[in-house]
């Protein structure tokens, strides 16, 4: 039995690889679904047109075809178990084998009745505010979510049994307790993935302080649920990156991230004027054509690194030096959008702890080929470092070789 | 052998050097030139900065003409004329839409242009259409000098046109080889002459065009042959402005091609209007 | 209907099954009425309704009725059939049926989704969608599988780093492995490096401990100096033709003491080390080469004789002639790998005219401990071949100052758009190397666009060479000029940063040049049927879920022969290719669903068009007692259907979207759609099912609203289109027809939508000519997540319909038969 | 937008620079310009307008298309700068008297004759003032010499058909008109 740590892209894959060679596999995912960072990215590069951002797995009559979660065997794979909502609580190793012990919290919907059918949703009287997803009621789900059920917010939920009512499958179980699952692996496939660091150290953006300073990530929330409006964008590169005071190492894919941005932005809205403030463009291999299509297309770009932000009248002013004009200058913009550094995931520093696993200075697990420094732990995605998502996709299926080995 | 030609305004006016030595040396070589009849100015670089859609329809207008004529292949002597007409023909028949703009115009002027034209430069004909080896043949006094060949910009340039390198041509030398001389390599062999700026901003011109002249003077060339009116009017008759305003000397006589060429298949001085060069007296000495 | 074809419906017994999906249908379509109308029609024996036809009850329901009536054909009208197909195809199995014996009616997504607010409109939809299905369920026939036994042999080109991957992974989860390599021995351009980045590690050493392993490995058998010339068969069962070329050196009884190697006379430019070196006429390329034997080249050899006279083991034969090997393998790992450009065409930079212009990877040479000058740097304008010594000898100082230029070719319109992606770490690693191994008061210049120095540790190893104290500047330079004389070089650039153009003075000038797929790389793409990219590397199946895919089944691509990549990367890409394979190999088998192309024989006139339309080469003409026939390779087949919408007579068919199948769809669907829409306009919608029909489910989940009278019929690829098939939809009545597919460049069977394209331009034509008019037919590209595109079309083309009025076809009391 | 204007004129798309300076470094004449053609491009991007026509680099521009030969993104700075002198034209903005004059008999010359006749020219540019007298003074000596080699034409060279020229002028200001609106 593989443990695969993770349930985002690379833990996915890794899940679909392990599995093709017979072996079993379980998927431990601490959100309610699987998809990760993905669910939140809304499209992708690099292939060009861009493609959904859930369209990422395979699908069983075709492997290796395009094709959405929504239409993902990953959910029909026989070897294959998947605990969401869960999170690994103890692993131990015994006579070369791990033995895991997994919390699944409650999701006070019952996977095995559900069938996403929405009534509850609409009968629910309760809305909040939710970081990824935006307004949502108590009970909830993904769009296009594996598992494919609702999941209750207990914190906001009123317990009013509306949802019980209308619930016609009697799915909805409010008195569900947390369940210790029991697991024992030959081996783990770290897929922990990344987070992207929130700048409030950085005073001169004014991340934080300022609403209309955000960043990539919630740029991309934004355009899914198509609530962006400007006229003016200043996008800024390496924030927190390839910057000693903070991570000294250039998160790599910021700036494909960037101009994917820009170029759905100008495609959408052809008026609109972004400004991409860079050190370096960094586009390598056929990623080039990608900058070339955002410079056809008008986005303007400035070789600087903004050095303040103050929020005046509803604008942004941001001061900056044009490097190639040898001059200070100040914009004026609506938004500005950071490239934040993609860091390692919270959680990994409390796996390393419990399996003696080596991390490097900023917190990625050290590797190589896949392998870490614990016999039989594998890593793969970007808890190592970062990547795109066909590196992570190659990773992962590479990987496996270490794995069945 | 005939063939269509379009003069150009220069080569009317003060540089008719260059077309009595074209017309008389192509003549030996059995080459007729038949005007394009009532053709107009190509607009230089002029018209294109006063008005670029009208420079370029007038450009059309020729190229229209030459097509109403008969005329499959135009030579033009004049690099600028040649880059103007030749570019304009690349883009129209290289863009459907970019025609059917430039027709519209012309249609007003009740023509129009199919796109059966082919715009060659002087030297690209005789070199690459007529052969060297046949011009080989005829060469009676074979020029046996250090020769520095000026190719300027507009006929090399831009990649559309072009027929050959723009940073390490070969038509000219090879030329300047079959007529007995040696050519020479240097840099400013494709630099730019300063081409109007002469008239429009006389300091930064005559300066270019020096630059020009001491990249050919260090190779210890004995005369520079060209094959553009502004050039040759740039490197010949600026060139005494120059010695006066720099305090240089240079004394390199400049001529065309064609006049090489002319003394070469045997015509006199004369006959190739070598005494209207005002680098002439130089070659005396 | 004749007698026959009366007794065979009366055998065709239907249940219909109409699933509430809570409300997600049952909310704004009526289901009740639907089930009713069902009823109705003919052959069907059962229709009933369930809350959710997915859930085990509801699975329950179907597996019941099958048995209770009798059922062999069932018809499901709930969500997408991408959704669910799947679940009712193996409940058929599970009941005794042969799976292929069911439809799926999309009522989710095409109808109470997208019509939520006329529940009127979308059940009446619903019904004709329903007419339609259940009318071409009746035409439906079972379509059986097939299981493939697989060769557990695997035949992987080119032996740099990713090859070697690939290999060791698999020979040593116990795979044969042929590694075949068309240099004399094994490590591509790796072997030519002294150091590679980030880590600053020796590749040689790296390479030696490869090659060790290699040699271990039982299961891995090395060929060099040998190319792939012919490929046969098909996934699991490839039969390879390889020419080994003549070494003139006996590999079996050769001991590697290279005897001969030091007693050859002769010394010509070595290819090897890009002529910084000469080599002798029998040669080994570098010291640690594996297999250690030497290659003669006979064309600088001048037959003397003295190898054969040293040589202690007898292993020189001036006879040998090239060979041909044959293997069986079961998949092909492509790993070609790269070459460099050599940048002659550049000719304001003067390579090729200026001696001490050079490339990084000629820099690398002089760089390599292993290498001429064992590491030092030279002028080659101070490099003289020494007749005596027979040698290459330097005179002069070594290079002080160098020029780096980055981008040279690439990011260059006028020569090769992309980015090469490792020259700014290899350029940084040249710096790295001088300063600090050679000398550390060097002066070197980088002149880039921008530093591309993005992987773990790149940021870091760029940051070093600063600290080294190498210059950079920013700009691309315009031209260098020579002194003739002192041979030093000067370049120009505009310090963007500085805002002015600078000279700097260069006793070495090294070019970054662009990197491209190795020679060859298009001509073995030919041989493998696999496709190349514009920028000439082979092309991945996709970016993100098929990186080391091709659009041939059992064929994987690694390394660098994809685009340029670094070593890390290529390695990685070693062991996925690996992994593919085995994962493809590992059962011993693979079982593959029949839902592919088929001939009748009876029908086809061997005219051959369908063997130009497969893009797969799966379907070919033979000779046979009947005459010329067309046959499919089904395991070749990836059933897009492309040779049966081009087929003249209808002898080719997509099983599962045979023409009677199609046929029956359109009229089951057209009839009742005439009868309950009446005098609104109809418009027929065939849509490829990896795009525009995702595209209409996308719409559905979005809800979307577009006209109820739009219906649409799911195709494999647009390039599946029959003109039959559009002819057919306006004969019975369909006022307008559109077709959408894929972008181009994005189909997932090479080009099948731009022959779609071609067949729609020419129905088009034929519409005008009988005067139906072109106007009501088109194709659009609707990629999978335009929702909003796909609803835009459906509503234009609704309102085309309208403004053209029915076609006279409709109006027509009968209609002759015009197909 | 001064960078669509550009665009529209040239057919050129200044966006697609990436600002490597190539063009700056293979200009013979940047060395006398305010802005190298780089920076000129960077600041139609930026669409800095005034600053833009204020330059003087697009009247330096001597057309060697150089800048356009070498550039990896395939602008040819050269079109641009026609279109900046197209642009500045419109608006009245010279970069000096002088070629304000030479531009003008041009243009005249043009719809006059359909030719240039560099005689005629020669005495109406002096006539207007595009030479200063120290210059004129200079250039006598030179202009005698011309004369004595028979340099200087007399004749009038005009074309037969010169209402198309003015047909095709008529159309092509039309359609600016046409453009505008």
Known sequence: MILIIGGGIAGMQSAIEVTSYGLEAAIVEKSPYLGGNANFLHKYFPSMPLDCSVCITSCIDMPGIRKCFYRSSIFSLENLKIYTNSEIKEIKKENGKFKVVIEKLPRYVREDRCVNCELCKDACPV?????????????????????????????????????????????IDLEQKPEKIELEAEAIIIATGFEEFKPHDMVEYGYGTYKNVITQLELAKMLKQDNFKAEKVLMIQCVGSRDKRFFAYCSKICCMFAIKHAIMLKEKYPDIEIYIAYMDIRTPGFYEYWYRKARELGIKFLRSRPGDIVENNGKLEVYFENTLEKKVDKLEVDYVVLSTALIPNENVKRLAEMLGLELDEYGFILSEDGRTNVPNVFVAGLASSVKDVPETVLEAVASTVEVIK | MKVGYYPGCSLKGMEDAYSISLISSFKVLGIELVEIEDWNCCGASVIPSYDYKFANALAARNLALAEEQNLRTIIAPCSECYNRLAYINYKMKNDAGYMEKMNKILSEAGLEYRGTVEVKHAVDFLVNDFGIDKIKEKVKNPINKKIASYYGCLFVRPREISVESAENPKTMDSLVEALGGTPVDYDGKTKCCGASLVVSNEKVGLQTIKNVLDSIKETEAEIIVTSCPLCHANLDTQQLTIEKEFKVNYMLPVMYFTQLLGLALGLSEREVALNKNLTYEVLKV | ?????????????????????????????????????????????????????????????????????????????????????????????????????????????????????????????????VAGGIERVKHHKPIGTMRLKVKKSVLVIGGGPAGIQAALDLGKAGYKVYLVDRRPHLGGNMARLGKVFPTDDCPICILGKKFHELRQVKEIE?????????????????????????RYVDEEKCIGCLTCVSKCPVRVKSEWYEGMDVRPAIYINYPAQFPRIPVRDPEACINCGVCKKVCPADAIDFDQKPETIELEVGAIIVATGYEEWKPYAVEEYGYGKYKNVITQLELAQMLNPEGPTHGKPFKPSDARYDKKKRKLVIEGEPPKKYVFIHCVGSRDEKYFSYCSKICCMYSIKHAKMILMDVDPNAEIYLCYMDIRAFSKGYE???????????????????????DPKTKKLYVKVEDTLLGKPIEIEADLVVLASTLRPSKGTKELADILRITTGEDGFLRELHPKVGPVDTVTAGIFIAGAASGPKDIPESVAQGSAAAARAMSLLGKGEVEIILNKAEVNQELCIGCGICETLCPYGAIKVHE?????????????????????????????MRRNYELDQMFAQIEGILRSAKEIFKDEPIVLAFACKQCAYAASEAAGTSRLEYPPNVFIIRIPCSGTIDIAHVLKAFKEGADVVYVGGCEPGSCAFVDGNLKAEKRIQFAKRLLDAIGIGGDRLEIFWIPAPESMKFAEVAKMMVERAKKLGPTPLRKAKAVKEVI | MIAEEVSKISGENPFACFQCGDCTGSCPVSFAMDYGPRRMIHLIQLNLEEEVLKANTHWLCASCYNCTYRCPRNISFTRISYALRNISVKRGIYPN????IFYEIFLDHMLKYGRFNEGIFVREFVAKGGKGLKELLRDINLGLKLWKKGKIPKDVDKIDKLDQIKKIYEACVKEEKEDKQ
């Open chain 3, 222 to 246: 090395v060929i060099t100096y040998a190319e792939v010339k012919e490929l046969s068969g098909y996934v699991g069962n490839y039969k390879v033709k390889i020419e080994k070329k003549p």
């Open chain 3, 460 to 482: 870091e190893y760029y940051k070093q060479v600063q600290k080294l104290g190498a210059r950079i500047v920013r700009g691309k330079p315009a031209e260098i000029r020579e």
């Open chain 1, 127 to 171: 809305e909040v505010e939710d970081n990824l997803l935006g307004k949502r009621k108590a009970i909830y789900s993904y769009p296009q979510p594996i598992p494919p059920v609702y999941t209750i917010d207990m914190q906001a939920c009123n317990k009013c049994g509306k949802c019980k009512e209308v619930c016609r499958t009697d799915a």
């Open chain 4, 97 to 100: 008297k002088t070629t304000k």
């Open chain 3, 1 to 129: 209907m004749s007698e026959k074809e009366k007794k065979k419906n009366e055998e065709i017994r239907i249940g219909f099954f109409q699933c509430h999906c809570g409300v997600n249908i049952a909310g704004s379509v009526d289901v009740k009425e639907v089930v009713e109308y069902a009823k109705k029609l003919p052959n069907v024996v059962v229709a009933k309704d369930h809350m959710f036809l997915c859930s085990d009850p509801g699975r329950n329901l179907v597996k019941e009725a099958i048995k209770k009536y009798n059922l062999n054909r069932v018809v499901s009208s709930h969500c997408t059939p991408s959704l669910h197909q799947e679940t009712f195809r193996t409940v058929l199995k599970e009941a005794g049926l042969n799976p292929f014996f069911h439809e799926n009616v999309n009522s989710r997504e095409h109808a109470s989704w997208v019509h939520y607010r006329d529940k009127k409109k979308a059940t009446d939809k619903v019904k004709v969608l």
């Open chain 3, 624 to 652: 046979t007692h009947l005459g010329r026939k067309a046959k499919v390779s089904e395991v070749e087949c990836q059933g897009c259907g492309a040779c049966a919408g081009g087929c003249p007579t209808g002898a080719v």
